[in-house]
C-alpha cells in the first residue's frame, strides 16, 4: 500500500487459456499492453487480436485506401513478435466507429468463434485520467471499450443476437473477466519486465504511423513511452514495471 488510500495492483489471474484482445485501431495494443501479451504467449497461452477498423483515417498524409492496408500490415507484423498470430478486422470506419447493436454483434460473435476466459480492451472512459485536464479520449475507444464490456455478456445469451447462431456461432458464456488496459483506475497488473523489450519493437513495426506522429527518433520516442508507461505504476507494483488494466470480473 502506498499513501493511506491508494491500494497496491493485484496480480493478474493467469489460470485462463485463451484470451481475446479487441480494440479500435492499430497500434492500440502496442501502446496499451503489448508486453503482457508477450508474457502470456510465452507461458503459452493463447491470444488473438481482434480490431474494429483498419487505421484508415489515422494519417493525414496518407490517403485511407493506401492507409488501411499499409497499417494493416504493420498490425500483422506487431502482433507476430509477441506471439500473436491471428489478428481479425471488423471494418468499420476508423474515426467513426459507432456504439450500438452493430457494433455489440460483431464483438459478440468474435468472442464466441474464439471462446476466451479473457477479453482484453482499451480505456472505454471519456479521459484518459490524471483530474482537470486530463486528455480527452477519442469517440472510437468509448464506443469499442463499452461494447467489448456488453459483448461479452451478448456473447453468452443465445437470445440476443440469435442469428449468430444461426450462422453456426453457439453461445459462449465462458468470460471470466474483461480487463481494461490504460484505465485510470487500474485494479490488477502484470510484470512488463521480461516482454518489454519485444513490447518496444512490436510498437516499433507500427513505423509509418509514428514518424507521422512525431518527429523524434522512432525507437528513442517508443522506449520512452513504454519506459514511462510501465514505471509509473511500478510503486505500487512492488518496484516492477507493470503493465496495468482494470479487472472486471463477470
Not at 17 to 27: M, T
Not at 36 to 59: F, N, Q
Not at 119 to 145: C, E, I, K, Q, S
Request: with cysteine.
Amino acid at each position: 500500500m502506498i499513501g493511506n488510500d491508494v491500494p497496491d495492483l493485484a496480480e493478474m489471474p493467469d489460470d485462463w487459456r485463451r484470451a481475446l484482445a479487441v480494440v479500435a485501431h492499430p497500434d492500440d495494443l502496442e501502446y496499451g499492453c503489448a508486453a503482457a501479451v508477450a508474457g502470456w504467449t510465452d507461458a503459452g497461452k493463447e491470444v488473438v487480436y481482434v480490431l474494429a477498423t483498419r487505421g484508415e483515417a489515422g494519417i493525414d498524409t496518407l490517403a485511407p485506401d493506401a492507409c488501411g492496408p499499409l497499417r494493416e500490415r504493420e498490425q500483422r507484423d506487431s502482433a507476430a513478435v509477441v506471439g500473436v498470430d491471428t489478428v481479425e478486422f471488423l471494418d468499420h470506419r476508423d474515426g467513426v466507429v459507432e456504439y450500438g447493436t452493430a457494433l455489440r454483434r460483431d464483438i459478440a460473435a468474435a468472442i464466441r468463434r474464439h471462446r476466451p476466459e479473457l477479453v482484453v480492451t482499451l480505456n472505454h472512459r471519456d479521459t484518459w485520467g490524471g483530474g482537470p485536464g486530463a486528455p480527452w479520449n477519442t469517440p472510437d475507444h468509448r464506443a469499442v471499450g463499452r461494447a467489448v464490456l456488453d459483448a461479452a455478456a451478448d456473447a453468452g445469451n443465445r437470445w440476443i443476437f440469435p442469428e449468430l447462431e444461426e450462422r453456426g456461432l453457439a453461445p459462449w458464456d465462458g468470460v471470466r473477466w474483461v480487463a481494461v488496459a490504460a484505465s485510470s483506475t487500474p485494479t490488477h497488473a502484470v510484470d512488463a519486465g521480461p516482454g518489454l523489450e519485444r513490447a518496444v519493437r512490436s510498437l516499433l513495426c507500427h513505423r509509418t504511423y509514428i514518424e507521422a506522429l512525431t518527429d523524434q527518433d522512432p525507437e528513442e520516442y517508443v522506449r520512452s513511452f513504454l519506459a514511462g508507461t510501465t514505471g509509473g505504476a511500478a510503486d505500487r507494483f512492488g518496484g516492477r514495471p507493470a503493465v496495468t488494466f482494470e479487472l472486471f470480473p463477470r
